[in-house]
C-alpha cells in the first residue's frame, strides 16, 4: 500500500461527514465550559477580518479617519475577547484532562495556537505606531539582546515587525487553529471523567 492510499484511506475513515458537521452533540456539551473554544473562534475571525481591513487601507487610514479609528477598535476589542475566550478555553480544558483518549496531539496544537497568538499579538502591539508603540519597542530590544535574539529579529525594524504581524504569524496561527478544529472532529470532545466513567462502564457491561 503506497502512502497517499494510506493516508487517503485513514482520513476518509477518521474524517466523516458526520465527524466534521455532526447533527447530535452529547448533553454534556451544552456546559458552558464546551463554549469557549467557540467564542474563541469567533473572536479569531473578527479580529482576522478586521485586521484585514486594516492593511489594506495602510496605517494613515486607521490612526487619522473616522471609519479607520473604528475598525482599529473592533480590532483592539476583538483581541481581547480572543486572548480572554482563549484562556477560559485552555484553563477549563485543562482541568477536564482534554489530552485524555487519545487526544494529545488535540492538546498540543491548542497550547501552541495559545503561544503564536502571543507572540502575534506582541508584534501587533509594536506596530501601533504611537509613544506606547515605541516604548515597548526599546525595552523589548534590551530584552532581546540580553537572551541573545537579537540576530533573528530586529525589533526596532517596524517593517520586520509589522510584515510578522499581517503575513507570517497569522497564517502559522490559521493553519494551526484549523488543525486543531479537524482535531476535534476526528476525535470529538472530550467527555467529562463522570460521563467517561459511566461510558466506560457501560460498555464493559455489554
Known amino acids: 500500500m503506497n502512502w497517499t492510499k494510506s493516508m487517503r484511506t485513514t482520513?476518509?475513515?477518521?474524517?466523516?461527514?458526520?465527524?466534521l458537521l455532526p447533527s447530535?452533540?452529547?448533553?454534556?456539551v451544552s456546559s458552558l465550559v464546551y463554549s469557549f473554544g467557540?467564542?474563541?473562534?469567533?473572536?479569531?475571525?473578527?479580529?482576522?477580518?478586521?485586521g484585514v481591513i486594516m492593511a489594506a487601507y495602510g496605517p494613515t487610514w486607521y490612526q487619522y479617519s473616522a471609519a479607520g479609528a473604528f475598525f482599529r477598535s473592533v480590532h483592539f476589542w476583538s483581541v481581547q475577547a480572543f486572548f480572554f475566550f482563549m484562556t477560559m478555553h485552555l484553563v477549563g480544558q485543562f482541568f477536564m484532562g482534554s489530552w485524555r483518549e487519545?487526544?494529545?496531539?488535540?492538546?498540543?496544537?491548542?497550547?501552541?495556537?495559545?503561544?503564536?497568538?502571543v507572540i502575534t499579538a506582541f508584534t501587533g502591539y509594536l506596530s501601533r505606531g504611537d509613544f506606547?508603540?515605541?516604548?515597548?519597542?526599546?525595552?523589548?530590544?534590551?530584552?532581546?539582546?540580553?537572551?541573545?535574539?537579537?540576530?533573528?529579529?530586529?525589533?526596532?525594524?517596524?517593517g520586520q515587525v509589522y510584515g510578522l504581524h499581517i503575513a507570517v504569524l497569522p497564517l502559522i496561527l490559521i493553519v494551526l487553529v484549523g488543525w486543531h478544529?479537524?482535531?476535534?472532529?476526528?476525535?470529538?470532545?472530550v467527555p467529562p471523567y463522570q460521563a467517561a466513567h459511566v461510558q466506560k462502564k457501560e460498555g464493559e457491561k455489554r
Open 132 to 158: 506606547f508603540a515605541q516604548w515597548n519597542q526599546v525595552q523589548s530590544k534590551d530584552a532581546f539582546n540580553g537572551a541573545g535574539l537579537d540576530g533573528f529579529l530586529n525589533i526596532l525594524n517596524n
Open 102 to 117: 487519545g487526544r494529545a496531539m488535540t492538546w498540543v496544537l491548542g497550547a501552541l495556537s495559545f503561544g503564536v497568538s
Open 38 to 50: 467557540v467564542f474563541t473562534l469567533s473572536s479569531l475571525v473578527f479580529t482576522i477580518m478586521s
Open 11 to 19: 482520513v476518509t475513515e477518521k474524517l466523516t461527514w458526520d465527524n
Open 181 to 189: 478544529m479537524v482535531a476535534v472532529r476526528a476525535k470529538g470532545v
Open 24 to 28: 447530535e452533540q452529547p448533553i454534556y
